[in-house]
T-cell receptor, first 114, second 109 residues
Framework: DPKIIQKPKYLVAVTGSEKILICEQY?????MYWYRQSAKKPLEFMFS???????DNQTASSRFQPQSSKKNHLDLQITALKPDDSATYFC?????????????FGPGTRLLVL | GQQVQQSPSSLVLQEGENAELQCNFS?????LQWFYQSPGGSLVSLLS???GTKHTGRLTSTTVTKERRSSLHISSSQTTDSGTYLC???????????FGKGTSLTVIP
């Protein structure tokens, strides 16, 4: 059974619209993350959460808003979508935020903005 | 500037040959992880190795922290090893990883 679920797997959106990417982890981890991978850039760190609290935000735009309704959920809301937002968005988790814990990644959501 | 540089960018091997992948990073890292990204896009952590040498299966990673470099050795490569190998470093101690562009490995039978 997959331990980190991301939904949907694929998403097509129009410019200017809003979408929510879902992430749930069943590893019992306390820390969760979002990363983005586009064709032009390496995998980029976006956000980290620990016990449902935002710990770090490396995303310049406020159009990206993480939402944590439960300890094992970290969704990503993206508003006013732009074609440059097209990328694969990966959710990850680790036991805790500090230390040297291994990060585990979900399968990703591929977003295409037209 | 780019925090993590990987070389080579691509590598083609005959099955059974060994691979040596390099990772150089520009700042002191509290953590270093090697990941495998399958042709389908899924990401799997292979090794966490902030310093020293670690082995798992056919993989050996050696990280020399002072010299800001790490290597990943794959022995007796198999066609199923084909994919992209990513090196990632954590500069903050809070699991905020910076990734390299990866080494694309193709193993032919």
């Amino acid at each position: 059974d997959p331990k980190i679920i991301q939904k949907p797997k694929y998403l097509v959106a129009v410019t200017g619209s809003e979408k929510i990417l879902i992430c749930e982890q069943y590893l019992g981890h306390n820390a969760m993350y979002w990363y983005r991978q586009s064709a032009k850039k390496p995998l980029e760190f976006m956000f980290s959460y620990s016990y449902q609290k935002l710990m770090d935000n490396q995303t310049a735009s406020s159009r990206f808003q993480p939402q944590s309704s439960k300890k094992n959920h970290l969704d990503l809301q993206i508003t006013a979508l732009k074609p440059d937002d097209s990328a694969t968005y990966f959710c990850a988790s680790s036991q805790d935020l500090g230390g040297r814990d291994t990060q585990y990644f979900g399968p990703g959501t591929r977003l295409l903005v037209l | 500037g780019q925090q993590v540089q990987q070389s080579p960018s691509s590598l083609v091997l005959q099955e059974g040959e060994n691979a040596e992948l390099q990772c150089n990073f520009s700042s002191t890292a509290t953590q270093l992880q090697w990941f495998y990204q399958s042709p389908g896009g899924s990401l799997v952590s292979l090794l966490s190795n902030p310093s020293g040498t670690k082995h798992t299966g056919r993989l050996t990673s050696t990280t020399v922290t002072k010299e800001r470099r790490s290597s990943l050795h794959i022995s007796s490569s198999q066609t199923t090893d084909s994919g992209t190998y990513l090196c990632a470093i954590d500069l903050t101690g809070y699991q905020n990883f910076y990734f390299g562009k990866g080494t694309s490995l193709t193993v032919i039978p």
